[in-house]
Structure formats: C-alpha cells, structure tokens
C-alpha cells in the first residue's frame, strides 16, 4: 500500500517529462514553419485566424459537451482568456517579421525559465533556490549574446522582434505559472484558449483587418494551416499544461528552453538564417542555464 503511490508518482513525472520533451520538438519545427510563413503572402492575422478559428471547430464540441465554464469563475476564464489571446499571439507572429526563427526560440523559450521563477515565487510562493537563480541569470546573459549578435550581423531591425518575442513570454510564463496554481484542466484550456478567443477574434478579423489568403500558394496555406491551427495550438499548449502540472513550471519552463538550439539548426538548415559569432555563444551559455533549473526538482 505504501508502494503503489510512490510508483504512480513516479510514472506521472515521467510522463510529464515526456510530455515537456514532445513540445520542444513540436516548437522548434513551428518557429521554422512560422518564419518561413511571414515571408508569404499571408498576414500575421491570417495567422491568428488559423489559431483560433481552426482550433475552435475541435475545441467546441468537447467545451458544449463538458461543460467547463461551470468549474471557473469568471475572473479566470478572463485572465486565461487574455493571456492566451490575440495580443500575445499577434506579438510572437510580429516578432518573426524582424527577426530569425533562432531569435524566436531564444527569446520566447529561454527567457522563460527567468519569467517563471519570479512569477512563481509572487504567484506560487514558490522558494528560488540559488541553482535556480544562477541558471536563470546564465539564460538572461546568453539573450542579451543574440540581442548583440542580431546588431553585430547588421540585422537593425532585429531587436523590435526581439521585444515581441519577449512579451510573447511573459504572457506564456504567466499561464503556466497559473495553470498549475489553479489546475488548468484540457477542456478549461479549449474553453478559454480557442473557443472565447475566436469568438472574440474572428468577427474583427473578417470585417477589419488585411487578409493575404488569395495570393499564397495552396501548399503554403494548408501546411499553415494546420501546423497554426492544431499544432502548437491544441497539442502543444495540452502537453505544456499537464507537464507544468506534474514537473512544476519552473522545469518544464526550462525543458523548453531547449528550443533554441533546436529551431537554430533547423533555422540553419530548412532556411538558411546564419548565426554570428555572439548567436552561437549565446545558445552554449543557454543549454548549462536550462540544466541548473531543471535539475533542482520542485
């Protein structure tokens, strides 16, 4: 009796783990698939039509079915609402406008170990211990690497994407610091993340803004399609979410950490987008950052 539920502990951590792996890899192919897409014809509201519209079709039956606006209060379906909404999408997506893929992943996933523990300890009352700390300073220093390495290599723009990217992760590292605070469950997920948002989205997106769906080549608009669509959006966030709650948020912020250098090669390989000196320097300072957090288990 005594065994069984450390042994259910410990496959639930494992799965976690895995779920937080799973992500890294759903990521790193999504910030290449999204750089190569500002390139097209299609708008960053194109994008968020994808998110939010296509996600919705899944999301709404099981929402209608289970109900779960009915274990939140109001004040949470809002605050969830918000931080996974157009304003934090439409800032990532403006980010790749400016700036590499490399530069998505170093500043949305790296920064988040940092976003996470501060928010953690004022949200979470979690305890920083000094591992953590060091980790996440290392991490800040290598961004600022990549902030040098976009001016050294003459990209002048680079930083504007740069400070999306960051708000991107602010957003995100709050949502997960809250999902575990408040246990986020998938169907609350769909509710707040897909369902709200394309309700509140699409009506100003049809009448409003600036569509470049006619132009874009038809193998283009289905692979974005899908991958902004259903990717990131219901797969992804459903895996961050259970492992966030089954590691903690500081770890599996720090799992996803491991992106940058990840969607670097991919960046490097499927785009051809080089890195300086002060880019790669920046991801080796990352990688021991992301193993200082990760290994002081909550």
Not at 3 to 17: D, H
Not at 71 to 85: A, E, N, P, W
Not at 256 to 272: D, K
Request: aromatic share 16%; net charge positive; proline share 4%.
């Amino acid at each position: 009796m005594i065994v069984k539920p450390s042994i259910n502990i410990k496959g639930e951590y494992l799965l976690g783990l895995i779920a937080g792996i799973s992500v890294v890899f759903i990521w790193s192919f999504w910030l290449v698939v999204t750089r190569s897409g500002v390139s097209s014809t299609l708008t960053i509201y194109d994008f968020a039509a994808f998110r939010y519209g296509l996600s919705s079709l899944i999301a709404l039956p099981v929402v209608l079915y289970f109900k779960p606006w009915q274990t939140m209060s109001f004040l949470r379906v809002i605050v969830i609402t918000f931080l996974l909404g157009p304003i934090y999408i439409l800032c990532v997506f403006s980010g790749f406008i400016y700036a590499p893929a490399s530069h998505g992943g170093i500043f949305m996933n790296g920064l988040m170990p940092f976003f996470t523990l501060i928010f953690g300890f004022f949200l979470l009352k979690q305890k920083i211990f000094i591992q953590q700390m060091v980790g996440a300073a290392i991490i800040l220093f290598g961004a600022c690497l990549a902030v040098y390495d976009g001016l050294e290599l003459n990209f002048s723009n680079t930083w504007i994407g740069d400070i999306f990217f960051i708000i991107g992760a602010i957003f995100f590292s709050i949502y997960v610091v809250l999902s575990r605070l408040w246990n986020v469950t998938m169907t609350q997920l769909l509710f707040c993340g897909s369902v709200i948002n394309a309700i509140l989205y699409l009506p100003i997106y049809f009448i409003f803004l600036p569509k470049g769906l006619a132009e874009v080549p038809n193998e283009i608009l289905v692979l974005q399609m899908i991958y902004q669509g259903f990717v990131p959006n219901l797969i992804g966030i459903f895996f961050i979410t259970y492992a966030s709650q089954k590691i903690g948020s500081a770890s599996i912020s720090a799992i996803l950490s491991s992106v940058p250098p990840i969607g670097s090669v991919l960046g490097l390989l499927i785009l051809g987008e080089l890195l300086g000196l002060s880019g790669w320097l920046s991801l080796f300072m990352i990688t021991p950052g992301i193993l200082l957090i990760v290994l002081k288990r909550e």
